[in-house]
C-alpha cells in the first residue's frame, strides 16, 4: 500500500474547485502563497516555456501578479530574480518582489520550497539526483543569505513529491556519483535492492541533510513523503509513464500588495 503523506502535506480547493497540495507551516506565514500542483489541477508540458501561459494562470489564482521559471537543466545553478518570465537555464530560483512567483516542474525529482519566517523572500529548487549530488539544496540556502540577507535559521523548507526511497532504483553510475560528489556519507541515502549493481536512492533524506547543513533547523524543515513512483494516480512520474508524462509544478510566491 503506497505510504500516506505526512500530516503537514495537506490537500486543498483552488477557487476553481481544482485540487493542489499544500504544506501547513508555509500557509502561516502571511503574504506567502504556495500550492503543488496534482493530476486534479493544472498540469503542464514538459518543455519548459510551452507552458508560460498556464503558469501565469495559476499564479494569479494564487494571488501574484506574474511568475518566474527556468529551463531544469539538472545543475546546481540558483538564480536571484527581480521580474518574470524565464530566467534561462538554472535550477533554482529566488525572489523578494512582491507579485512574483516562481515555479518549478517535475515528474519525479523533488520540488524544494523555501521561504523566510518573516515572509520577505522565497525560493524554490529543482532537485533531480543530478542536482541533488551537486548540492542544490545548499546553493538555493547560500542565494538566500548571500543576496537576500536572510539567516538560514530562520528559513522553513520544505521537499516536496518525488520518487521515494521504496521506488527509486538507480545503478552503480549514481551510486558512485553521490560518493564521489558527497562523500562517502552519501551511501546512507542509499539501500541495496536483491538486484546486482542496484540500489534505492533516498532523495528526500539526502535533501533534507544538505537543508540541514547550510543552516536550517531541523524544526523548520518538513517533508511531504509522498512517492510519485506510488501514487502515480496522483502525481505524474517519468518512471511510470516513460517520455509522455507531463509535470506537475511547484510554485511559491509574494501576494500583490
Given amino acids: ?21 499544500c504544506f501547513a507551516p508555509l500557509d502561516k506565514i502571511p503574504g506567502v502563497a504556495h500550492a503543488y500542483t496534482t493530476r486534479n489541477g493544472p498540469l503542464f508540458p514538459a518543455e519548459a516555456d510551452v507552458g508560460a501561459a498556464m503558469y501565469k494562470h495559476l499564479a494569479v489564482k494564487l494571488g501574484c501578479r506574474d511568475v518566474a521559471w527556468c529551463r531544469q537543466v539538472h545543475g546546481d545553478v540558483v538564480l536571484p530574480i527581480r521580474r518574470g518570465g ?7 530560483l529566488v525572489t523578494d518582489q512582491p507579485g512574483l512567483a516562481v515555479l518549478g516542474r517535475s515528474a ?38 548571500k543576496d537576500f540577507g536572510v ?3 530562520n528559513v522553513i523548507a520544505c521537499v516536496g513529491p518525488s520518487a521515494g526511497p521504496d521506488q527509486y532504483e538507480v545503478g552503480r553510475d549514481v551510486y558512485d556519483a553521490a560518493v564521489e560528489h ?26 533534507a541533510a544538505q537543508l540541514m ?11 511531504a513523503r509522498v512517492c510519485t513512483i506510488e501514487r502515480n494516480d496522483l502525481f505524474p512520474s517519468r518512471r511510470v509513464e516513460g517520455a509522455k508524462a507531463q509535470r506537475f ?3 511559491i510566491g509574494l501576494r500583490n500588495t
Fill in 1 to 21: 500500500m503506497p505510504s500516506e503523506p505526512s500530516t503537514s502535506f495537506r490537500q486543498r480547493q483552488l477557487p476553481d474547485d481544482q485540487e493542489v497540495y
Fill in 86 to 92: 524565464c530566467a534561462g537555464e538554472a535550477d533554482g
Fill in 108 to 145: 519525479d525529482c523533488a520540488l524544494i520550497l523555501a521561504v523566510d519566517i518573516g515572509g520577505r523572500v522565497v525560493g524554490m529548487a529543482h532537485a533531480s539526483w543530478r542536482s541533488t549530488i551537486k548540492r542544490i539544496a545548499v546553493h538555493l540556502i547560500e542565494i538566500l543569505q
Fill in 151 to 153: 539567516d538560514p535559521a
Fill in 182 to 207: 558527497l562523500g562517502p556519507d552519501a551511501k546512507h541515502f542509499f539501500i541495496k535492492t536483491n538486484q546486482p549493481d542496484k540500489w534505492h536512492m533516498d532523495l528526500w533524506s539526502a535533501n
Fill in 213 to 223: 547543513q547550510a543552516g536550517v533547523a531541523f524544526m523548520n524543515l518538513y517533508t
Fill in 249 to 251: 509544478a511547484a510554485i
